[in-house]
């Protein structure tokens, strides 16, 4: 009888394991599950977007056809303050006036010295206008010659302007969505007098 009922438990075992399978078979089972599924796993990163360059050429159109797109403020890297207390501010630069310049106050002709324009969001921006230099002591100061524009959408491009004493107008190979225009002076024509570069005036426009 004693024999009978050994024989009667092997047996049940036997047949517990060939219908659930070992319990070594379980635990590897589900440690494999969390492994292929853990959330805790490392993500991988995005790679950081390439600023993408723009070209500029110069305006051949009209420019009564574009909407001026209103600046809301002006900053700068410097700014030039005379002994008798007369500051060049930045603000000048979008005052719609020509009659007075933000003029750069570091050491040195200019060179690397920025200005900051901002406007009150994100604005479509397809035409500028800059008077550089000094309007009305033109040849007394530096004019910026080669300026390097950046815009808060990443993109950015490098112009050479003329040494001329007027508005000259320059068109974007595509719309710039930005919310602000940081001009970077990059090399300036030369003077023999005062060492101060200067800007009159920037304006920005939309066209219809």
């Not at 379980?26 to 599950?33: D, L």
């Not at 206008?129 to 033109?138: K, N």
């Amino acid at each position: 009888m004693k024999k009978l009922l050994v024989l009667v438990l092997s047996l049940c075992m036997i047949l517990s394991q060939t219908a659930y399978g070992s319990s070594d078979w379980g635990v590897s089972a589900a440690m494999s599950t969390k492994t292929a599924w853990d959330p805790a796993a490392t993500p991988t990163p995005r790679p950081t977007p390439t600023p993408v360059p723009v070209r500029m050429t110069a305006f051949r159109g009209d420019i009564t056809h574009c909407s001026q797109v209103p600046f809301r403020s002006a900053t700068a890297s410097s700014i030039f303050m005379e002994r008798s207390g007369l500051t060049y501010y930045p603000t000048n630069v979008i005052d719609d006036t020509v009659s007075w310049p933000w003029v750069e106050g570091a050491p040195g002709n200019g060179t690397g010295e920025y200005i900051v324009l901002s406007f009150d969001g994100i604005e479509s921006i397809d035409v500028l206008g800059l008077h550089l230099g000094f309007s009305t002591a033109y040849r007394i100061n530096p004019r910026p010659r080669k300026v390097q524009f950046d815009f808060s959408d990443g993109t950015y491009l490098q112009y050479e302007f003329e040494d001329l004493n007027q508005m000259q107008y320059v068109q974007f190979s595509k719309t710039v969505e930005t919310s602000y225009i940081r001009i970077t002076i990059l090399s300036v024509y030369p003077t023999t007098r005062d060492n101060d570069a200067s800007i009159t005036a920037v304006k920005a426009f939309r066209q219809y």
